[in-house]
């Protein structure tokens, strides 16, 4: 059966660089792994490769998507306990296609209890925010989060006061965002409100930012000089200047770490995610199916969202 898949040849806007195709899956490397694709999220992290922002380390053409779930169909003898398992097949081929193949020792089951939509996206936000957390601790600490309302946000505000955080500040831009961050136990902040978000980050000891530009040059102006401000993102679009050396400023990309993870850390990794990520809120689904992909692209694109789109393979 052919394979469909979307590919990218050169750099630019998603919607007019991606391109459905269909054909044979190559030979499968020994080694691999060969899984159906189940579903597969839109991230920022999947889209902004495909603009070229990264465009000395993704070498092209290239399938995209980064994260999602499948079923193994075929498996080396030595992974023969996986065939017809659900599992995460990260770290090889791009994700929003049909059939993926990946490197057997690095894909992650996917335990029986957690639903196909949830595994979907059990890579990218949580390994970051986990690992976000334990590089840059918030224990006994006032957070500040930016771009409260996404997924990834919302996970590190719940697993920082689970770390011992003595309270999460969540700065969203949509009003939409702020019953649900206070249900998680964050403490919402608008982030028009220029002066409440002044206070709040005039005590902030550590500050988890994805959006850059003005808002991380307000945070910073005012933030503590023993202050750890980690920028993880840049949804704004707009780099930011520091004025002064001090607090202290963080890049993290989760690519700098993976590298340093041999199999059993990386499974490890997992190991602590999915109890975790069962037990807090995430945001909802909406399922598209692969040929729709464009308006899932636009259902990503919308302000104010809830719910992440979700590519589907099987239908
Ligand atoms: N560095 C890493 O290793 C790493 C790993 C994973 C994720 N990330 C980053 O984490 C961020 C969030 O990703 P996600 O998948 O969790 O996002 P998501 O669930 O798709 O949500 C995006 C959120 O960002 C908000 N937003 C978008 N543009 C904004 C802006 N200019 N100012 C303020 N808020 C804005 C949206 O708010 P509205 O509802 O108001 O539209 C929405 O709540 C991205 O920057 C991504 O690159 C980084």
Redo the contacts with the bound molecule.
């Keep these: 059966m052919d394979n469909l898949a979307l590919w990218y040849r050169r750099f630019g806007e998603p919607e007019s660089v991606l391109q459905p195709e269909a054909g044979p899956p190559g030979e499968l490397m020994p080694g691999n792994l060969r899984v159906r694709m189940l579903f597969s999220p839109i ?3 999947d889209l ?1 490769p495909i603009t070229g922002a990264y465009r000395h380390r993704t070498p092209l053409p290239a399938v995209a998507g980064y994260e999602g779930v499948g079923i193994v169909t075929q498996a080396p003898a030595s992974f023969a306990h996986l065939s017809g398992c659900r599992v995460l097949p990260l770290r090889g081929q791009g994700t929003w296609q049909h059939v993926v193949d990946c490197p057997a020792e690095y894909a992650i089951p996917v335990p029986e209890h957690i639903d196909s939509h949830l595994a979907a996206r059990a890579y ?2 949580p390994l ?1 925010a986990q690992m976000m957390l334990t590089r840059y601790s918030p224990q006994n600490k006032q957070v500040l989060l ?2 409260a ?5 919302l996970l590190l505000g719940q697993w920082a006061l689970q770390a011992g955080a003595e309270a999460v500040y969540g700065i ?3 009003p ?2 702020a019953e649900r961050l206070a249900a998680a136990g964050i403490i919402p902040l608008a ?1 028009h409100d220029t002066q409440a978000v002044r206070v709040v980050a005039a005590r902030a000891d550590v500050v988890y930012d ?2 850059g ?1 003005a ?1 991380a040059e307000t945070i910073l102006s005012v933030m503590p000089v023993q202050g750890t401000f980690v920028c ?6 707009q780099i930011f200047r520091q004025r002064q050396a001090l607090p202290r400023v963080e890049w ?4 700098n770490y993976l590298d340093a993870l041999n199999v059993e850390a990386w499974q490890d990794e997992f190991c602590h995610i999915w109890p975790k990520l069962c037990a807090s809120q995430y ?1 909802d689904v909406t399922v598209y199916p692969l040929a729709e992909w464009k308006a899932a692209l636009n259902a ?1 694109r ?4 809830c719910s ?1 789109p979700v590519l589907s393979m099987d239908i």
Aim: net charge positive.
């Design positions: 991230n920022a992290s902004i990218i936000n970051a930016t771009a309302g996404s997924d990834c946000a969203h831009r949509s939409i965002h982030q994805a959006t530009g808002l993880y993102g840049l949804l704004s679009g993290f990309h989760i690519r945001s990503y919308q302000t104010g969202r992440k």
